[in-house]
Every structure is written in C-alpha cells, then in structure tokens.
C-alpha cells in the first residue's frame, strides 16, 4: 500500500478504535503508526492491540509502527470535603501535607517533593490551566499562594509547576513496567512524558538499552531550556502541545513547534506534532478552518508526523479524522509553494561520507528528474539521512531488519519494505529497481538512485551511489 504524501499520520487507539476492524480501517484510511497511551491502557489491552496491529501488517505486507507512550508522573491535589472548593482571586490558599479532607482554604498535596522545590513567586497552575496562583510563602509541610485567576477546584485534579524543576525523574514504577512489557512485546518507539533534563532521558535509554526507539515529549518548559541536550539522547522528538500550553505561554507555543521542529530536522530526528489538531472531530464529522490551518502549517514545516490523539481515541469519527488528515497533508504536499516552504530553513548536511552522500542523492534525483531515491538500510541511519533532505522524488528503504522498517514508518518520506540483502552490487541494484517497479514508484525506462555502503550489510557506511534503468525485465521477474 503506497501512501499518496510524505508526512506520516499517527492515529491514538482507545475506546473508540480498539476494535480489529476500526484499527483495520484506521490503517487503510492512512494511519502509519499506532499510539497507545499507557495512561489508559492495561497490559493486558496493550498485549491485544500489539497482536491486533501486527495480523493487520501482516495481512497488508506494510511495515506499521507502534508507539507505546509512557503515562509518566501525575500531579494531583487530595480529596475535598465537599468534593470541590470555590478559589477566589486575590486571596490566600494553602497547600500540605496534612491529610484530611480538604477545605475553601486547604488541601491536602500528596507529592513531598514539591515542598522541597517550589519557591516564592513560582507559578502553581491546576485543572489544566483553569486555576493560576502564585506562591507567596514555603514551609517544609506548606505552601501558600494567591489566587490569580480564580474558580472551582474538584478533588484530584492536576497541578503543574512551570517555574519548578522538580527532584525525581520522568519514570514512574509503573511507567518502568510498561517499558519492560512493551520492549518484550516488541514495540517500536517509546513516548517519554515529563522529560525536564536530559537525565530524564539517559535513564530510558539505560533501561531500553537500545531495544526501542525513544520519542522524547517537550511538554514542560525546562525541557525547552535543555532542548540541544535532550535531543542528542532522544531518538525522536513529539511537540506535546496540549501540555506544553498548559505550562507556559499559549502565545509562545506556535514559535516552539517552530523552534522543535527545526531542531529535530537539522538532527535528521523524526518529530511529531502532537494534540489538538482536529479537536472538533471528537463530536463533529468535519473539523473546523483554523484545525485545517493548523494541521497544514505542520506539513508546511516539514514535520516528520502528524498525530490524533482524543479525536481517533474517544471520538465519535475515527476513521473519518485519519481520512481527513490524510487529505489535508495530500493537498499541501500538491501546493505551488510546498517545496520553497519546506526548505525556507536549509538543513547542512554533516561533515561525514553518509551525509555527504544523502545529500547527493538528492540534488542528482532532482537535477535529473530520476522516479525514486532507493536506500539500502539495516539500522534505518541511512533512512533518515535520506529523508532529512526532504527531497522531491520519493524514498524507498529497503532493510531486511522489520524492526527497522517499523520504526521507519515514523519518518517523513519513506516508503519501507522489508527485503533480504543483495549478495553483490548487481543483485543491489537489480532488486532496487525491481520493487521501485512492483511498488509503483517507476515505470520502465525511468531512472532511480541507489544508494548504499558497501562492503554489503556494514552498519552506517552509506559509500555509494548508483543511477540505474528500470528495464522491461523488471516487469517480467515481477
């Protein structure tokens, strides 16, 4: 199955669509990866949607991804009397670590940590972003802060500290279980929530020891701050808007995803733009202009992904959401200025020979109007070199590795497909125009690039590069 666009969608599984044939009809409307979110998830539903999503590959013959994303640490106030209290502004309300029933002036704060980080003149911001308050005094059991902008406040809703960098790390006894269960399911990328240093990551990457992929979440803004760092560690990055606007400036988001967005490109790191893109489609069939916008801006940007979060997990149009943004990626990537946009920041390539060569693989598809870039991957290194040129022909990876082509399926551009290694350079270049043809990326007589690192098989020594025919032969042997 060939997609019609480069950007790669990845669709949310929950209630909605945790059923074999909404997942079905998820894939072939256009989903290339599958979110679990692990904060609502079981092991036991994260084992069935695993077995559901790799028959359904099996049955297409298409690498697909699956992303198994971490719940992380949850912040929450305790439990109120009345189950709510009425935060007015201007006044004084109080935080501790008594654990009575809270009140209209106290609540009990279940998260000791917290006491020892926050400081005066730190923001306090609840029920995602409803409730602000500013801390006035500290204790070692209690924190005051005014009311800024007031309202009801439920028990157990969360509480998040922007200003605070707080003392444990992003990985929860849960979230380190989830991890091992995922890994030995087979998994291909892990979402790490709460990231504020790039120790949050080095401690995934321990754990994972290379066995999954790691999409770093910058949802707080000390991530922000150590962005270079968390990145070098992080195998990909999600641009977690939802939580990244709670926690600072809603303003300021759009010039982040910016910002994100072209430091992971430049990286040659997959980065996914994430929540909130067509919110209306979780009750309404068609989404409204300005989530059409806002999706188009990220194909625009040349982002790696695209991503449904409530709109395919809980919504009412699942399947309709996916199609939808299949459509708007589709009718960019055909837009006049799509190209001039996409390269508006050039990208460098690095002073090595497999970037070098990346990068002549496409200026030679374009110069000579060749049908396909063709790579031969095993570590999927030479994959994202090709597609962090974002170049105009299209990009097939051969790898004969399906955990490559799995993670591959997060990537801009490439087509994947799962083939056994040549024996010797004629076998590489007759088989890379072979699957060009069968995959319908050439026609006979047209031309494709080959690139590849030889010896054969040699992890991350892309060397070479070969224009070949695509022969009438090729058809026959098909």
């Not at 091992?180 to 240093?197: H, M, P, T």
């Not at 754990?207 to 701050?225: F, H, N």
């Not at 990286?267 to 059409?292: H, N, W």
């Not at 409530?310 to 009412?316: H, I, K, L, T, V």
Request: net charge negative; charged share 25%; with cysteine.
């Amino acid at each position: 199955m060939r997609r019609n666009r480069r950007v790669k969608i990845v669709a949310t599984l929950g209630p909605s669509s945790s059923d074999p044939d909404t997942i079905r009809c998820l894939f072939e409307a256009g989903a290339d990866v599958f979110r679990i979110n692990m904060s609502h998830a079981s092991a036991e539903g994260l084992t069935e949607l695993h077995r559901v999503i790799r028959k359904i590959e099996a049955d297409a013959g298409r690498p697909i991804g699956i992303l198994v994303d971490l719940q992380g640490p949850k912040l929450r106030v305790g439990e109120f009397a009345d189950g709510a209290a009425e935060l007015v502004e201007g006044e004084i309300f109080r935080f501790d670590r008594n654990e009575e029933l809270g009140t209209a002036q106290r609540v009990h704060l279940p998260h000791p940590e917290i006491f020892r980080a926050v400081e005066p003149g730190h923001k306090l911001i609840l029920d995602d972003g409803k409730l602000h308050l500013v801390v006035r005094e500290t204790s070692p059991d209690s924190i005051s802060a005014q009311v800024v902008t007031g309202g009801a406040l439920a028990s157990r809703k969360g509480i998040s500290l922007p200003d605070t960098v707080l003392p444990f790390g992003a990985m929860t006894d849960k979230d380190r279980k989830d991890l091992e269960q995922a890994v030995n399911l087979g998994a291909d990328w892990i979402g790490l929530s709460f990231v504020q240093r790039s120790d949050d990551v080095a401690e995934a990457r321990k754990l994972t020891r290379g066995r999954v992929a790691i999409m770093t979440k910058i949802e707080k803004p000390s991530a922000i701050d150590h962005l270079d760092s968390i990145l070098e560690l992080s195998d990909g990055l999600m641009v977690a808007r939802g939580d990244l606007g709670v926690e600072m400036p809603l303003e300021q988001v759009p010039g982040l995803q910016k910002r994100i967005t072209l430091a992971a490109r430049r990286t040659g790191k997959p980065v996914v733009i994430a929540t909130q893109m067509l919110e209306s489609m979780i009750t309404a069939p068609v989404p409204t202009r300005a989530e059409v916008s806002d999706v188009a801006t990220a194909v625009f940007d040349g982002a790696d992904a695209i991503m449904l979060s409530a709109e395919s997990a809980a919504g009412q149009f699942p399947v309709e959401a996916v199609v939808t943004m299949d459509k708007i990626a589709i009718e960019v990537e055909r837009d006049a200025g799509y190209e001039r946009l996409i390269h508006a920041q050039e990208i460098e390539p690095e002073a090595t020979a497999a970037d070098a060569i990346s990068a002549a693989a496409r200026t030679v598809s374009e110069t000579l109007n060749l049908a396909a870039i063709v790579c031969y991957t095993g570590s999927g290194s030479t994959g994202l070199r090709a597609a962090r040129e974002r170049p105009r022909q299209p990009v097939i990876a051969l790898t004969p590795i399906a955990a490559t082509a799995r993670r591959l399926a997060m990537v801009w551009g490439l087509h994947c497909v799962l083939t056994s290694d040549a024996e010797d350079l004629d076998e590489m270049v007759e088989k890379a125009c072979r699957i060009a043809f069968r995959e319908g990326f050439a026609r006979p007589g047209q031309r494709v690039i080959v690139s590849a690192g030889v010896p054969l098989g040699t992890p991350g020594a892309t060397n070479l590069l070969r224009v070949a025919f695509v022969g009438e032969n090729e058809a026959g042997s098909i």
